[in-house]
Each structure stands twice: as structure tokens, then as C-alpha cells.
């Protein structure tokens, strides 16, 4: 179980509820938090003070007093006429975390939401009760409107959700599930919608990804510079320690540890004096992108255990703060950052590969075939890296430069961070294929080359490829091989088997 408070909630436990299905539960704190908040809305409205948020429109209707008995009408409204979203729905497991995420800032007792409201969520989450939530429609301010409208739909007895596997309509899936809906009161149709979670939950699962891709990104260059006979001397400590920064330090010596005890590299001057950029700078090239990531996962930690959506209400003095938290701006920017840190990943190993399968750089059989000419090899395993690498060059384009105004101009800037989140985690995606590409290409030349030369962590990793894909002879369907290595690469299981032999790395 996974207790929420709204202020301790970690990435490493985002992934535990969205891919595990964990179980979850407000904190007594978080509990007692929401409490205050909500004593507050209802003292306001029982004063008949005006609030926005509370008794007023939204947005360009911000000025529009509500009556009490329109209230509740008002927050259904609000849930209804916002939720247009358009496109695939978002992976179960992004859903969870959007969930789970709108639990936790609710949690920390700023928002004024019911605290029955909330453990409606908690059920869903429990019984896997999962909003179909579009993927397309959020322009990142105010908030994540659009898709955490469609998370509430359900909640309310309209929309659709997934239920055991299927699809059904949201007050069907409710029912059978066996969880109440509820009747949005004031206030509490705002707070569920107006914060960042949607790009949160993604950008969450996106950085767990990446910082998997990042080490095995490091493995995989390791096992081309073994099955190459790379030159070691530019991974030494001391020219590192000259240029001292965290990222190329930290590459540098996951390749040495990686290499411990390989009989295949070399040092300058045994075969040649010097590698070609894509082997001898790798600590600087996977450096830089290891500095970029470590930027983007301090945003997205404070942002887990943030409140993002508006007004606030303040129990100290009781105050209502109409502010602009809902703002995505720091979470685009950061996964914009995210995105291109990422892209150079599968750039760099894309450049290896061609190293590996092109027989005047590798000094192999051309495209690493046994038989060549009647066997093509992975000729067009290298077309299918660098149709990735084009892809991940567009998808890198910045999304968070761009505003488009709206609400009449009163939202007359607006972050795009939710796309900023998608397109990073399709470009970790993309590269996490190219890195797959790699490692079957790397351990074909390893065989070559004799794989019981290889290094510690080398041969772990070769060892990890070569349990789903077996040396290959003659032509076959690559796809399929293709497909097991990725899974590897994605599951973190060319990682867990390298750190196990050589140790765990930076």
C-alpha cells in the first residue's frame, strides 16, 4: 500500500501504482488536509462571499457571480464542456499515474475538494476502474483541462472507462466495479481539473524510462566499442577530470567498468591512433544528455508533490489566492529538455550501428553476415535506426515555444506542455528500439570476434541479447528478434543482468 500525503509521493512510486497496480490510501495527514480545505469552502459559501472558482465562471466568465443553487450545476458543467479531448486514449498505465498524481496535490490540503471525492479516485485506482482519457486537447494551461475533464467523467456516471479489459460506458464500469459516483459540489469540479497532472503523468513514467535508457545506452556502446576493438584510452579518469563535468565523469567510468577484463579493445597506437567521435566521445556525448536528464528530474520531482491547481486556499488565515500554478511552463520546458537529451542517445548509437554492419569501418563481413551476397544481414536493420533517428529529429522540435491564446485572451499564454510530455516519451520510445538495433548488431559482431573475449559487463549484456536472439546464419524475419531486444532494452533487463556482473553504474 502506498499512502498518499501530497508531499512525499516518488517517481519510483508513481511507476509501482501505474505499472504494477499497486494498491493506494490517503495518508491520516493527507485526509486531515483535505478536511481543513474543504471547512473553508464551505464557511465562503455559507458567508455568500464571491470566490472565484467557487460561485463564479470560469475563465473569460471569471467576473459572473454563480448563485448557490446553481452550484452544483456549475461544476457539472464545467466537467462536461471541457472534456473534448481527441485522439488514441493515453496507455493504461499513464492513466493511473494521471490519477494517482491528481490524488496526491489533492492530498496536500490547498485545494478544497471533498475528501470523499478523493477516495473515489483511490477506489477506481483499487478496483482498476481506468477513465478513457484522450490523448490530444490540452494546451498545458490552465492546466491539463481537457484530459483531466475525461478522468472525471466516470466519476460523475458519464464517459467510458476500462474495466476488467473492456470498454464500457463510465457509469456501467462504476457500478460494476462497485463504486458510488458522486455529485460534484462547489469548487470540487475545478480542483479535479485545473493542474498539470496529464503531462505529470506522463513526463513521471517518461523519466523512469530514460534514466533506464541512459545506463543502457552506456551498456550497449560498451558492447559496440568490445565487439570493434575500441581504443579505452580516452574513457581514462584523468582526461575526464580536466573537463569535470558530472555527466561525461560518470559515462566514462560506467565504460570502464563495463570493459573490466575484455581481451578485444585496444589502447592508441596498438591498431590505430584513434577511434572515430561516436566511440572515442561517448562520455561527452552521453554526458551531456545524463546533465540535461538530471535537470528535468528535479522539475518533475517537485512537480509530483506540488499544487498546481486554482484558486488555493490557505488554512492559516483562509485566505483565496487566485494564482497561476497551473501554469505548465517549468514541466514543457523540462520535457522539451527531455526529448532532445534522449534524441542524441538513439543519434549517436545509430552512427555505432553503422560502424558495426559497413565492412570498410568494421573490418567484418559487410553487414555482418555469414554468407554475404546471398544474405542481406542487417542492412536494413541500420534504414530501420535511422528512420527513427529522422523521426526523433522532428518530434524534438520544441513544443513549448509555442502559444496559441485562449478563453478570449484572458489564457492568453499557454505552455503546450502536454505535448512537450508525449512527444518525449515517444522519442525515449523510439530510442529505446535503436538501442535494441545495437545490441543485436554488437552481439553479431561479438561472435565474430570471439564472445568469450568480451568484458564483464560486455558479456553480461551479450549474454542478456543472446537468451531471446540467437546468432543469426542466414536471413531471417528480424522483426521478431528485433521486438525480444527491445523488450530487453525497455524492462531494464540488459541493465539489472550488466550491473550484476560488473557492478552497479553511475
Known sequence: MIYIDGNHLTIEEVVRVARNLEPVALSEDGKKNIKISRDIVERKIAEKLVVYGLNTGFGKFANIAVSDTDLDTLQYN??????????????????????????????????GIRLETVEVMAEMLNKGVHPVIPEKGSVGSSGDLCPLAHMVLPMIGLGEAEYKGEVLP?????????????TLKAKEGLALINGTCAMLGVASLAVHDAEILMKTADISAALTIDALGGIVDPYDPRIQMVRPHSGQIDVAANLRSLLQESKLTTHQGEVRLQDAYTLRCIPQIHGGSRMAFDYVKTVIETEINSVTDNPLIFPDNEDVFSGGNFHGQPVAIAMDTLGIAMAEYANVAERRIERLVNPALSGLPGFLCVKEGLNDGFMVAQYAAAALVSENKILAHPASVDSIPTSANQEDHVSMGTIAARTAAQIINNAQHVLAIELICAAQAADFKGAEKLGKGTHAAYESVRSEVSFMETDRELYIDQRKAFKLVQAGTILKNAEEKSGALA
Open 170 to 182: 463510465g457509469a456501467e464500469a462504476m457500478k460494476a466495479a462497485g463504486i458510488p459516483t458522486v
Open 78 to 111: 464545467l466537467i462536461v464542456s471541457d472534456a473534448v479531448g481527441i485522439g488514441n486514449p493515453f496507455p493504461q498505465d499513464v492513466t493511473r499515474a494521471i490519477m494517482l498524481l491528481r490524488m496526491n496535490a489533492l492530498a496536500k490540503g490547498f485545494s
